[in-house]
């Protein structure tokens, strides 16, 4: 501790491990075009112009090991993949919108998670 404050508390290892998970650039705008109804692989990267193969399925496998996305290979011709937020995604996803709600008065959002990206 420093002299300067006496109380300080460390940061919790949890609130370490997620901020390194959200921390990684295209994270928070993957769990919001989830939340917006992007489901497949495609429908995700026209929701997120930049963002390149390689690192969107580097993001989408993180969020499936932490959880916050499930991945379910949905039978077909051809058979395709979905990702769906889990329930602690969706309450990330939550928390998202309610940050682009504090910083709304500067930078509004384009739109709001709806849960429909298909017509």
Known sequence: MSPRCRSCTPVSPALRALAGVLERRWTLAIIYASANGA???????????GVSPTTLSERLEQLEAERILERRVVPGRPPHTEYALTPAGARLAAAVVRLLEIQAPTHPPTSQPTGTCRP
Request: aromatic share 10%.
């Open 39 to 49: 489901a497949r692989f495609n429908e995700l990267r026209q929701s997120l112009p």
